[in-house]
């Protein structure tokens, strides 16, 4: 199969979202998701056939465990290939019951709430444990590591089947949803104007050029404007962003500038400073704690209770003999970070806020990868 854009060129990132593909956690063979080809410009992106990929969807059998203090490594095998999967252990800061719920405490009917609790947590830490040989399925997100790709999880549970109900279901609707879908280019045709014909071309090229000239106006303006959180809904209102998001680029086609129109709805401009946001996620400029739309933004370099964070977990882990020595790796700073803030972190965040620090000589870089605090 042939992409719209011809192998060596990839569908542009505005675009993105309006394949539903994208939005879906895809149930790719494992043999895909190792030979899926990496977007060129922003990490974590993949196409296969041309739909762009960051989240799937595994099914199989576990063939390798390893357990570490934060979280289980799996490997994984469907039959098509295995692949390693990053699941985080449910950890809670504070262990026991919930504040106001004692011991004792039932409801109407004789159920013990605490018995309940506990018999949950239970069960939760049962499924999330897994031996050689059992059936697992996890959600998330494909990362690259030391070379390597695997999935880092962001659910995943064993699979009770043991009449193979549930993987015969699976056997029989993958074909279906390669069949019916992923082996089905994303026409962009059918998204841009029927009549422009565009091909392969500069045109689109321009719309995602436009996207990154409008995240460099949307990062200089908060930090002029000394801002930490924002909505986008708020930005759209800016009436220097939105001039600049509504104005074509001078080489840019009329088809094009067309698109770029914000029209009765302003659908497109919406796209445009989604997609200039994206962008900035990608570069760690700002961040969201949750995955919805309309989720608040939080500004990285302004977030001092992240700051806080990281830097805690810096000096407090320095004082142990472990890190004594050498510091803090930076996978260590990076996985408490996710346990004690927000799970959505990425990597690209956290290294940015530890070179925020470093450069206020908070800490110090003792070799590469590790970090103390003074």
């Not at 004789?110 to 069960?123: C, M, S, V």
């Not at 897994?130 to 494909?142: A, F, H, K, S």
């Amino acid at each position: 199969m042939h992409s719209d854009f011809g192998n060596d060129e990839e569908l542009p990132s505005l675009l993105w979202g309006l394949d539903p593909i994208f939005s879906a956690y895809t149930k790719l063979y494992i043999k895909d998701i190792l030979e899926i080809k990496e977007s060129k410009h922003i990490p974590g992106i993949f196409f296969y056939n041309s739909h762009p990929i960051s989240k799937v969807d595994v099914f199989g059998t576990v063939v390798l465990t390893r357990e570490k203090d934060h979280f289980y490594t799996y490997g994984v095998d469907d039959g098509t290939g295995v692949i390693s999967c990053t699941c985080w252990k449910n950890i809670r800061p504070n262990e026991g019951l919930p504040t106001g719920i004692s011991a004792h405490q039932t409801v109407s009917g004789g159920l013990n709430i605490a018995e309940q609790l506990r018999k949950l947590q239970e069960h939760e830490q049962k499924n999330s444990k897994l031996d050689i040989g059992d059936v697992i399925q996890v959600r998330g997100q494909i990362k690259v590591f030391r070379g390597q790709r695997e999935v880092v999880a962001q659910s995943y549970s064993k699979v009770d089947d043991p009449v193979f109900a549930v993987q015969i279901a699976r056997m029989l609707e993958v074909p279906s949803l390669y069949r019916n879908f992923y082996d089905k280019q994303f026409q962009t045709h059918q998204v841009l104007e029927n009549d422009s014909h565009l091909s392969r071309g500069q045109e689109v090229s321009n719309v995602s050029v436009q996207a990154e000239r409008l995240s460099e106006k949307i990062s200089d303006f908060l930090q002029e404007s000394n801002i930490e959180n924002f909505y986008q809904r708020e930005l759209e209102i800016v009436d220097s962003l939105t001039a600049f998001a509504s104005k074509p680029l001078p080489s840019s086609s009329s088809a094009v500038q067309e698109y770029l129109e914000p029209g009765t709805t302003g659908r497109q401009i919406r796209s445009l400073f989604r997609e200039a946001l994206l962008l900035l996620q990608q570069k760690g400029v700002v961040f969201q704690k949750a995955t919805r739309p309309d989720e608040v933004y939080l500004v990285t370099d302004k977030d001092k209770v992240l700051h806080k964070v990281i830097l805690n977990t810096i000096q407090e882990d320095c004082k142990r003999e472990k890190y004594a020595e050498k510091g803090c790796h930076f996978l260590h700073i990076f996985t408490c970070a996710r346990q004690a803030y927000s799970p959505y972190l990425t990597s690209t965040i956290v290294k940015r806020v530890l070179d925020k620090l470093e450069s206020g000589s908070d800490i110090v870089s003792t070799m590469e990868g590790y970090y103390t605090a003074f």
